[in-house]
């Protein structure tokens, strides 16, 4: 008897120091794509760990500004695999952010994330 085929698991990453926002973020995505399964660091050392053990990381979503996240092998290494960048503005950001990365804000629903599909 066969085992019947059945892809790969298919994680997104969250990379974010508040949990609140950590959380909505995962609420909204795991609505919007229910066949993902969510990753949660911290840290971009944490997103490290986790990339090195998880084959199928379609989208990251980085609580970073893009200074930050170009500096260390963060950003590169999820290049390497093919992972989409997508930055969290947190609420009340004012910060510059730059057209090389899609972004998303608080609140978060899950119609936010249609053009990322």
Known sequence: ????????ASFFLVV??????AKDLCDALSAAFPKMRPLMADTPAEGLLLL????????AFLAMTPADLD??????????RGTRIVLIRAPGAHDAMTNDYAVVSWPFEPTSFLNLK
Do not use: W, Y
């Open 1 to 8: 008897m066969h085992t019947p085929f059945t892809e790969p």
């Open 52 to 59: 090195a053990k998880s084959d199928h990381i379609s989208f």
């Open 16 to 21: 974010c120091k508040d949990k609140n926002i």
């Open 71 to 80: 500096i260390g092998v963060f950003k590169r290494r999820l290049r390497q």
